[in-house]
């Protein structure tokens, strides 16, 4: 009677597990497009990453020329920004863009959905429009109120790539975010963003959990730490309540150069970050994400003009662009 009633308890636990609904991928869409951090290739391999770790649909929306040509210096048009009518998570990792409102308008939707965002760098400055008075207020308003802040100055370049310029650590005193995960201190190719002190100050929002200190500073070299000082938040979690009262998660960080991408620690924290982003901060291990390379990553070193990889066509991924 036992046996009977052991296979009969089985028979019904496969069914019912079999009737449990598959849960569906995470639709993640990278927005990017900056002419001076190689963004174009750090968030490709970013986002095989997560595909890998996340079992997730991923749309890559690229900045393209008229022959549909990667073109990071093409500012103002950004492929596949529909992908966000569906997406579960915004990557952004833009510099001043000036978007045609069409395409913009999909960022902004988005944007006030209530849904996460994760945003590096430059997209403390995602736009810079000059003519459109309507559209002025995405230049500074927009990122503060969204994403932290918006772009003030930063502690100089100095060779850019050739050496570390931010020592990366952890604050004092303060309970660890799963983001660190496996995050070890680690000096960054990123030269350090101002963006509080001073007479700016992060939204208020904002909570730090990164710090870095510039390990060389024209601000130092002119005097002005007053106004400048060499420590400043690397990296933050927040939330924005948006026009119609929901509140979204924003992870966000300043650092991107493309060479950092190549620290584990910094690939760790992006990916972390995504995972928390999409409310699975209890999925992250206490080592960290797997952030193995999916491929090879060798980008180019940051810098303007032409010094992006020329001739690339979009990478595809789930058959996405």
Not at 13 to 18: D, E, H, P, Q, Y
Not at 53 to 59: F, M, Q, R
Not at 192 to 199: F, M, R
Not at 297 to 315: C, V
Request: aromatic content about 12%; hydrophobic content about 35%; some cysteine.
């Amino acid at each position: 009677m036992k046996t009977i009633t052991f296979f009969f308890a089985l028979h019904m636990f496969l069914i019912s597990c079999a009737q449990k609904p598959t849960l569906p991928k995470p639709h993640i869409v990278f927005v990017f497009g900056d002419e001076e951090y190689r963004s174009e290739e750090s968030m490709p391999m970013l986002a095989a990453i997560a595909q890998r770790e996340l079992n997730a649909k991923i749309s890559l929306c690229y900045p393209l020329d008229s022959l549909e040509f990667v073109n990071p210096n093409v500012n103002n048009n950004i492929s596949g920004l529909e992908a966000l009518k569906s997406a579960d998570l915004m990557v952004l990792f833009c510099r001043w863009r000036e978007l045609p409102k069409n395409q913009a308008q999909h960022i902004l939707d988005y944007v006030e959905s209530g849904k996460p965002i994760v945003g590096f760098r430059t997209s403390t400055h995602t736009f810079k429009y000059t003519k459109d008075s309507t559209m002025f207020h995405l230049n500074d308003d927009w990122p503060h109120q969204v994403l932290g802040q918006q772009w003030i100055t930063h502690h100089g370049h100095f060779d850019d790539g050739a050496h570390p310029l931010t020592s990366v650590y952890f604050p004092q005193n303060q309970t660890k975010s799963p983001i660190l995960n496996g995050v070890e201190p680690f000096d960054a190719y990123s030269w350090l963003y101002h963006v509080d002190g001073g007479k700016w100050q992060l939204n208020e929002n904002c909570q730090p959990i990164l710090y870095g200190k510039s390990l060389k500073s024209r601000h130092e070299m002119d005097g002005k730490l007053n106004e400048f000082p060499l420590t400043q938040p690397v990296a933050w979690t927040k939330s924005y309540a948006t026009t119609s009262g929901k509140n979204s998660r924003v992870f966000f960080t300043t650092l991107g150069h493309p060479f950092d991408f190549k620290i584990e620690s910094m690939r760790k924290l992006a990916l972390n970050g995504i995972f928390w982003a999409l409310g699975k901060e209890n999925q992250i291990p206490g080592n960290g994400a797997n952030v193995s390379f999916v491929g090879d990553y060798n980008p180019n070193n940051s810098g303007f003009g032409e010094l992006y990889k020329k001739g690339m066509k979009p990478l595809q991924l789930d058959g996405v662009k």
